[in-house]
């Protein structure tokens, strides 16, 4: 059974588009990500699944109850973190979390050992008597997740839950969506991060409110037009300088010591590069096709996005 | 609905205030400070008028005649002037608001059995209290005109007249006519009417400008619950308040509460029920915490202090401003005060009332929970 199921769901905002005539499903116990850059529509997406926005047109189930028609049902049964800090800073953590706790009926039997639980895969017990505005950006999304996760929703939506919180917390704070997954939770998460895209079970791409694509993190990576050269080089702002001015019909992006060449004709270009850097005597590795990471994926497919636009 | 969850946003709103000084003080402090100022300076009496005179006559009759004056609490005579040219700047300096000038021949005009003329300047720049001053003056001049009238016919025929009206007025509910008695009544009316709606006018507000509402509306928390369970903090300090205004009432101001205690309350708990949803309906409708409090401002201050009937008497108001008077709640709440606190009456004659404001409680708490919607636009 799938846990969201969306079909031709739209939002618009007078003349903007939002979301456009979006159409996924993500089944019951995966890790979906959302991924796209800012003002894609991935936060109206969310709302409009939690229920907390109505959409224009098209359709939605959450957990098998219509967004529209079934609002306050799925409201039950899902867990929301919203992009902003949604709890209150002069409640502590422990007022934040049974305030929750209380809004969603949670049973006092067991609920001490749920609030332990949940105090103690965050690592917020110490913290329990702290206000919650004074925690920092880490804890605190610590303790939204615990919020969100009190009544044991049967999905959890996370919006762009890691966005300014430092690298360590974002890793413990992946390591605690892997535990939800052992309890069957399924996990809705938007993100601009792309190394996180990669811990997805699966993934959208969206971009101006449409999924330009969609699957496992491998499959999206299928999409990719063309294959991906790298050379590596020292003098690489040199190399990269040389090889945008004579490759006009490529892509060529600068990645440190590495230059990445985006082409679909790989064994023209192959050559072709090794005498550019030849003739103007810089010496490099030899231009050799690699797997290209998801977003080497996702910047050709936005500016092929870009071009096939501006060409309209 | 669901009174654990009800019960859950009360407790978290009790939480919020006790942790924000500022809401506590503007909840308790404001309302105690305005009652102080309001109940000491707002007097509505006219007495001890100060009064220059100009004594032409200087004789034994204008003597008796401004002693009339200078008995009555109402004129104190501050100085014997001589010449227009003084009464003019007495009262341009404002160190007079009346002048009273005796004609020189005013000894020999009575005496001759003639009218006297007697001339009574007033600051007009003050009109209510020229009309006061003009009123006491001419109480005091008829009594004196009276006295030498039965003296007269005394003299002339031996025997006392009787006069053959025997005019005693008297005033019920406030016999001595101090304003404050009807003032502080009132005023605990419109102090309220502005707090409740102030301090809920936030509330709602709040939420949204922080984001705190949106992580709310994902969760199964109804509109009703909600706004009951943020009344509910508000409505024990609104209560609390009606408590100090009352004691303050009695302690501080020696108003006397002549009606039942318990239906004061009764009342005020009906009362503040309105005045609180009518924050948070304002609160649900602009979403800004600045838009709200200053609309609540508008809305609750000038209607329930000038046409509440608590400052002017509603029946002196031209028509249409009359019929604005019945739309306004704290009009019948001061009427309702008024009545108990001075008359000493109940529902018996001030059911419609109460009815009203019953009324007015119930379309505002529909109103909040019909305008509150659990989505984003």
Not at chain 1, 45 to 55: D, K, S, V, W
Not at chain 1, 244 to 256: M, Q, W, Y
Not at chain 2, 78 to 91: L, P, Q, T
Not at chain 2, 337 to 366: D, R, S, T
Request: net charge neutral.
């Amino acid at each position: 059974m799938s846990a969201i199921r969306t079909s031709k769901l739209k939002k618009t905002f007078d003349e903007v588009v939002a979301v456009d005539d979006l159409t996924i499903t993500v089944t019951e116990g995966e890790i979906f990500g959302l991924v796209g850059p800012d003002g894609a529509g991935k936060t109206t997406t969310m709302r409009l699944l939690t229920a907390i926005m109505e959409p224009t047109s098209g359709d939605a189930w959450v957990a098998g109850f219509h967004v529209v028609k079934e609002a306050e049902a799925i409201k039950e049964r899902i867990g929301y973190m919203s992009q902003k800090f949604g709890l209150y800073p002069d409640l502590s953590v422990m007022e934040n979390i049974n305030f929750y706790a209380d809004i969603y009926g949670v049973p006092r039997k067991g609920r001490s050992k749920r609030i332990d639980e949940l105090l103690a895969f965050s690592n917020l017990t110490p913290f329990k008597q702290r206000l919650a505005g004074n925690l920092s950006g880490g804890m605190k999304q610590k303790l939204g997740l615990a919020c969100a996760l009190i009544h044991t929703p049967k999905v959890l939506f996370l919006d762009e839950p890691t966005n300014g919180v430092d690298p360590v917390s974002r890793r413990d704070f992946w390591r605690i969506l892997y535990q939800l997954l052992r309890e069957k939770v399924t996990i809705f998460v938007s993100t601009a991060y792309l190394d996180e895209a990669e811990r997805c079970n699966r993934l959208g791409l969206i971009y101006k409110g449409q999924i330009l694509a969609l699957g496992t993190p491998d499959e999206v990576k299928q999409i990719m037009p063309g294959a991906i050269l790298e050379i590596r080089v020292a003098d690489s702002r040199k190399a990269y300088q040389l090889l945008k001015k004579e490759l006009r019909e490529e892509s060529v992006g600068l990645f440190g010591e590495r230059i990445h060449i985006v082409t679909r004709d790989p064994q023209k270009v192959e050559s072709e590069a090794a005498k550019i850097l030849q003739d103007a005597g810089i010496d490099a590795s030899a231009p050799r096709p690699i797997e290209p990471s998801l977003e080497d994926v996702f910047v050709s497919v936005l500016a092929e996005q870009e071009r096939s636009e501006q060409a309209r | 609905m669901k009174l654990y969850r009800t019960w859950a946003v009360a407790r978290k709103e009790y939480l919020h205030i006790i942790r924000d000084p500022r809401s506590l003080g503007m909840g308790i402090v404001i309302p105690v400070i305005l009652l102080l100022l309001f109940g000491y300076a707002l007097s509505l009496d006219v007495d001890n008028v100060p009064t220059v005179v100009w004594d032409q006559s200087e004789s034994q009759v204008s003597r008796d005649f401004l002693s009339g004056f200078q008995g009555s609490p109402y004129f104190s005579i501050v100085k014997f002037v001589h010449g227009y040219g003084e009464v003019d700047r007495a009262i341009n300096s404002a160190e007079a608001l009346a002048a009273l000038i005796i004609p020189r021949d005013f000894a020999q005009l009575i005496e001759a059995g003639r009218a006297a003329p007697v001339q009574l300047i007033v600051d007009g720049s003050d009109s209510d209290t020229a009309d006061t001053a003009i009123g006491y003056a001419e109480t005091v001049a008829q009594s004196f005109s009276q006295q030498v009238a039965v003296r007269e016919v005394q003299r002339k025929t031996g025997r006392t007249l009787d006069l053959p009206l025997d005019y005693r007025p008297r005033t019920w509910y406030n016999e001595d006519m101090e304003s404050k008695n009807y003032i502080v009544p009132g005023l605990i009316a419109v102090i309220m009417m502005v707090i409740a709606a102030l301090l809920t006018s936030l509330t709602i507000a709040r939420e949204w400008e922080r984001g705190t509402m949106e992580q709310l509306i994902s969760t199964p928390v109804k509109g009703p619950e909600l706004i009951l369970g943020k009344l509910f903090p508000y409505f024990t300090i609104g209560m609390f308040d009606v408590l100090l205004a009352v004691l303050m009432g009695e302690f501080l101001f020696d108003v006397p509460l002549r009606g039942s205690v318990p239906l004061l309350f009764g009342m005020a708990a009906v009362f503040l029920v309105g005045a609180l949803s009518l924050g948070i309906l304002i609160s649900v409708v602009t979403k800004s915490q600045l838009l709200a409090s200053q609309l609540a401002m508008v809305l609750t201050f000038l209607p329930s202090f000038l046409l509440s009937g608590f400052m002017y008497a509603i029946s002196n108001m031209p028509q249409p401003i009359q019929i604005i008077t019945y739309v306004i709640p704290a009009t019948y709440f001061v009427s309702l005060l008024k009545g108990i606190y001075l008359k000493g009456v109940g529902l018996e004659v001030m059911a419609i009332q109460a009815g009203l404001l019953g009324a007015f409680g119930v379309v505002m708490v529909i109103l909040a929970n019909d305008k509150f919607k659990k989505k984003l636009e």
